[in-house]
């Protein structure tokens, strides 16, 4: 008897005639998700199969298909031959104490000789006969004992369906680039468009010295949380204090976060095009903060010329988005306390409702071509990896 680990991608995808190029990646992320650790990964009819491992390596492999889009749930199972006597033997190793119980057969081989109910009621028996405070409750058991009885002649015990995240998997509806700041929303937004099926680059600002080297570290470290759930990231470092100092000296306060956010917009929209990018991802929040007023974002979106704009939380309260952030490993991180470049030269009375008029006349005063390639060829690239 083996122990296996089952894995169901559910039938989100199943339609349409995509659908090998949905699990052909689903498979692969799992793979590469599972590099390095001994075991052998099989497909069967709409399922996967982790098999040959060692039981040390068990939890981690459980922690690492849990955070993989597309994953609808797993579960640990005991895999026997498909006759009656392997499965009786199973079923006698099963406790389960003061507890309520039912048996689900699944009978996908409809050649195996017993059918479903018949087999349900035997093993319900011998549960109940091993293990003298169960008792049985078909509506509401507490323990629900499956066994599926698959087409490749093999048998799959278990009994516990570990829920996983679900979503699309990563890399099928191409690439985003994630505005990514040390805040709390911006690493949620990546989390979020991922489990979309897009595979994640990432972009941040930095105005070094005005923003230290650790703002940029803590960056790179939110950077390496979500890849446990997106992947890979490719992580461009744009040098932008430049750009602020200019803007700073020649434009009025009150436009200084817009046309900002104008010249990050433009250079994201410019370097994901040029890397093969579908779209931009941004943690923008319907009035969270002076620049995000309608206004405010529409200003700013007027910047994207190539790509669409993805807003996954623009309709979220902070804290639901600040409970996502914990649930995912971001939060503890986003709230280290170090400057993020927007708040660099900070005017005192920042406009909520920019006229886009006023803001193109102050940057007039700015050579835009100059600064934006200037920061476009100085900047770094990191590969975060899993
Ligand atoms: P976050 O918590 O993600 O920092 P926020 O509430 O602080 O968001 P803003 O500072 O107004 O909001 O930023 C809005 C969005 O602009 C961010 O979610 C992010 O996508 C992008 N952004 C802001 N600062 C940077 C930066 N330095 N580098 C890259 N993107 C940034
Ligand atoms: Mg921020």
């Given at each position: 008897m083996k122990e296996v680990i089952l894995i169901r991608f559910g039938e989100i995808f199943l339609k349409g005639k995509n659908y090998m190029f949905f699990e052909n990646t689903l498979f692969k992320n799992i793979q590469r998700r599972l590099r390095g650790v001994n075991l052998k990964l099989t497909r069967t009819e709409g399922r996967f199969i982790v098999e040959n491992f060692n039981l040390d390596d068990k939890q981690q492999i459980i922690s690492s298909i849990k955070n993989i889009f597309g994953v609808v749930s797993i579960s640990v199972a005991r895999e026997i031959e498909s006759n009656i006597n392997g499965i009786v033997d199973a079923i006698k190793n099963i406790k389960i104490n003061n507890q309520t119980f039912k048996v689900e057969v699944k009978r996908a081989d409809k050649k195996f000789p017993v059918?479903?109910?018949?087999?349900?009621?035997?093993?319900g028996g011998i549960i109940l006969d091993n293990n003298k405070t169960s008792k049985v409750d078909v509506h509401n058991p507490q323990k629900v004992v499956f066994v599926e009885i698959r087409q490749n002649k093999k048998t799959y015990v278990y009994y516990d369906k570990i829920e996983c995240l679900g979503g699309m998997p990563v890399g099928t509806a191409g690439e985003g680039m994630l505005l990514l700041s040390g805040g709390i929303d911006s690493p949620v937004?990546?989390?979020?468009?991922?489990?979309?099926?897009?595979?994640?680059s990432a972009i941040h600002f930095h105005s070094y010295p005005y923003t230290s080297e650790q703002a940029k570290q803590k960056v790179i470290t939110l950077a390496n949380i979500i890849k446990n759930y997106t992947g890979d990231i490719r992580l461009y470092i744009v040098p932008f204090t430049k750009i602020q100092e200019e803007i700073h000296k020649n434009c009025d306060d009150e436009f200084m976060v817009t046309i900002v956010r104008r010249f990050m917009m433009e250079i994201a929209d410019k370097v994901a095009?040029?890397?093969?990018?579908?779209?931009?991802i941004t943690g923008e929040n319907l009035g969270q903060v002076a620049s995000q007023t309608v206004e405010g974002i529409t200003s700013t979106n007027k910047m994207a010329q190539n790509l669409v704009v993805f807003r996954p939380l623009i309709a979220f309260d902070k804290v639901e988005i600040a409970r996502i952030a914990e649930k995912i490993g971001t939060y503890e991180t986003s709230i280290l306390p170090y400057e993020d470049c927007c708040s660099v030269f900070l005017p005192k009375r920042p406009s909520t409702h920019p006229s886009l008029d006023k803001v193109k006349k102050n940057e007039e005063h700015l050579n835009r071509e100059f600064l934006i390639n200037d920061a476009i060829n100085n900047i770094e690239i990191l590969d975060i990896k899993l």
């Open positions: 059918k479903s109910p018949e087999l349900e009621r035997k093993l937004a990546g989390f979020m468009m991922a489990k979309r099926g897009l595979k994640i095009k040029s890397n093969n990018c579908n779209s931009l």
